[in-house]
């Protein structure tokens, strides 16, 4: 049974960071792109970060561009998202997402095929 499995989320003050980590069983991810993606009360889940499956590219949402880090471990079939001076409008629930492309890292999550169940971040102001 393939299974994404997030933690690290939680409750943080605008301003501070979280790390989140996604740990994948039931197959190999080392040939699969990984994405995180994002979903608010009322609003579409949208993309956040995504990397490749040797981690070489890395791609980011304009709007979390210098503050966040997506990284992977292909020897713990892990992958991680380092968030740095959260803002409150970034509340959401993160979700972790593998992609069976290895090299095209899609922001569109239709192109994600496994999905963990996700995490809350909650930013207080």
């Known amino acids: 049974q393939v299974q994404l499995v997030e933690s690290g989320g939680g409750l943080v003050q605008a301003g501070g960071s979280l790390r989140l980590a996604c740990a994948a069983s039931?197959?190999?991810?080392?040939?699969?792109?990984m994405g995180w993606f994002r979903q608010a009360p009322g609003k579409e889940r949208e993309f956040v970060a995504g990397?490749?499956?040797?981690?070489?590219?890395?791609y980011y949402a304009d709007s979390v561009k210098g503050r966040f880090t997506i990284s992977r471990d292909n020897a713990k079939n892990a992958v991680y998202l380092q968030m740095d001076n959260l803002k409150p409008e970034e509340t959401a629930v993160f979700y972790c997402?593998?992609?069976?492309?290895?090299?095209?890292?899609?922001?569109?999550?239709?192109?994600?095929?496994?999905w963990g169940q996700g995490t809350q971040v909650t930013v207080s102001s």
């Open positions: 997402a593998a992609s069976t492309s290895p090299y095209y890292v899609s922001r569109f999550h239709g192109d994600y095929t496994y």
């Open positions: 039931g197959r190999t991810f080392s040939s699969d792109t």
């Open positions: 990397i490749s499956a040797g981690g070489i590219s890395t």
